[in-house]
């Protein structure tokens, strides 16, 4: 096991800088998730800790050890692509020795690698299937087993879950989550999916354009985010935004609302504003008893709960998330309370302001 440090780390493509300066510590044995937009910039980051991507400027340590110069196979890494990339003339076995074979590793080593991976995974009936033989999960496994046989410092991970079906992967996030257990070795992992990084790290790391947006625990992102950016990354479905206006002593309003009390450090209010709140934390009353009205546009029936769109009177949109059982259906009225514990204030430069904390559902 090892721990990674990136020191102002900065990426150019001839005169376009792509990453801007990062610095991260991912201590060792930690799971870490990379996550952001199409084009932030997080594969280019974790291809320039594994080697396969030219370091522009900073400094990539792992261990003790500047990594800038050494050969991606020197590293101690291992790397695992969204696509599988496995040799279809090799059964599993076969594919998850080779990379110990063109080392010259001894037969017996090998074979109590592949062995030992193959146990890990669930692989052991399977060593001798080719890939076409093999589901789109299986595969990935195998894919995972090849990296586990190099017994790496660090493993990285490439939005390995990308080519898999909705259910093959949940179910291969639970097996990348008892594999982190069991081994307790560094994982960074890259992925798009705030769902897949809310389930997988023990710290998560948003990235947006180049640059790191903040860091921090699933639960630390989502309850206290920095910025408005990451309130609507982090999160599903996202949290709802009103434009709102400073209404005096720590109060705004929204969306035709009265005066609403803010959980946030006094200081002056100056410009836009934008009131953010879960769709979990909207509590729904009856119409004219709550802190907005409006309109049900849409009801989503998803069983165990429902996601009600509604439309307020000042024409902005809501989502609340509400118990499967409720009844109200496409043009019923309904009232929405905000509890003032719930709420989130973002200035016109999109930076959250600093909470009163208090007990409530904010954690």
């Not at 280019?44 to 196979?73: F, H, K, Q, W, Y």
């Not at 076409?132 to 879950?161: C, M, N, T, Y």
């Not at 002056?268 to 934390?281: K, Q, S, V």
């Not at 509604?310 to 949109?317: C, F, P, R, S």
Request: glycine letters at 12%; hydrophobic letters at 40%; proline letters at 5%.
């Amino acid at each position: 096991m090892a721990q990674l440090v990136l020191q102002d780390v900065r990426k150019r493509f001839g005169k376009v800088e792509v990453i801007h300066g990062v610095d991260l510590e991912v201590k060792d044995g930690e799971f870490v998730v990379f996550v952001g937009p199409s084009g932030c910039g997080k594969s280019t980051l974790l291809r320039m800790i594994a080697g396969l991507e030219e370091v522009s400027g900073g400094d990539v340590v792992i261990g003790d050890e500047r990594m800038n110069e050494v050969a991606p196979s020197d590293r101690g890494i291992a790397m695992v692509f969204q696509s599988y990339a496995l040799y279809p003339h090799k059964d599993v076995y076969g594919n998850m020795a080779f990379a110990l074979r063109h080392a010259g590793e001894d037969k017996k080593v090998i074979d109590e690698r592949v062995r030992k991976a193959a146990d890990i995974l669930g692989l052991e009936d399977l060593l001798k299937r080719r890939p076409k033989e093999l589901s789109g999960g299986q595969r990935q496994r195998v894919a995972i087993g090849r990296a586990i046989v190099r017994d790496p410092a660090i493993f990285l991970f490439d939005e390995p879950l990308s080519n898999l079906d909705a259910a093959l992967r949940v179910q291969m996030r639970v097996e990348i989550l008892r594999l982190h257990q069991r081994l307790k070795t560094t994982m960074v992992y890259v992925t798009h999916d705030q769902v897949e990084a809310m389930t997988l790290a023990d710290r998560i790391v948003v990235l947006r354009d180049g640059r790191i947006e903040q860091v921090g625990t699933p639960l630390e992102l989502y309850h206290h985010p920095k910025n408005q950016f990451v309130a609507g990354f982090i999160g599903s479905p996202r949290m709802n935004f009103l434009p709102a206006r400073a209404a005096g002593e720590g109060r705004v309003t929204a969306a035709g609302s009265g005066p609403i009390e803010m959980p946030v450090e006094p200081r002056a209010e100056a410009g836009e504003l934008t009131l953010g709140i879960r769709p979990e934390h909207v509590e729904m009353v009856a119409p004219g008893q709550g802190t907005v009205a409006g309109e049900v546009l849409v009801a989503e029936r998803l069983g165990g709960e429902t996601f009600l769109h509604v439309e307020l009177d000042g024409k902005e949109t809501v989502v609340v998330k509400a118990d499967g059982g409720v009844t109200q259906k496409p043009a019923d009225r309904v009232g929405l309370r905000f509890p003032p514990e719930a709420l989130h204030l973002f200035g016109g430069d999109g930076q959250a302001f600093a909470r009163r904390e208090r007990q409530g559902v904010i954690a």
